[in-house]
Nanobody, 115 residues
């Protein structure tokens, strides 16, 4: 199983980035997918998730600014991040989860927002 996150980078406050997480080795359309992030000296925190049926959930801190989506044909989940703030700076990691199973994690991608 592989989850490959990409799309991070350096962006100015107010800007946008689109993260991608491509997967292989799983039956993608049967998994819930999501993103967590971890900033320096902070605990990892939930960002967004999307169920296998397309139901989405967001952390309060990103609601209205971030959009999670999935492309089952491409086995990929996306995180569109708009109106970025300096506090969004973190390493973003994607995961795949199915009921009663341990989640699979990808490596992180760094997002840095300059103010």
């Amino acid at each position: 199983v592989q989850l490959q996150a990409s799309g991070g980078g350096l962006v100015q406050a107010g800007g946008s980035l689109r993260l991608s997480c491509s997967t292989s080795g799983i039956t993608f359309d049967s998994y819930a997918m999501g993103w967590y992030r971890q900033a320096p000296v902070k605990q990892r925190e939930f960002v967004a998730s999307i169920s296998s049926s397309g139901v989405t959930d967001y952390a309060d801190s990103v609601k209205g600014r971030f959009t999670i989506s999935r492309d089952n044909a491409e086995n990929t989940v996306y995180l569109e991040m708009d109106s970025l703030k300096s506090e969004d700076t973190a390493v973003y990691s994607c995961y795949a989860h199915r009921f009663s199973e341990f989640p699979y994690w990808g490596q992180g991608t760094q997002v840095t927002v300059s103010s």
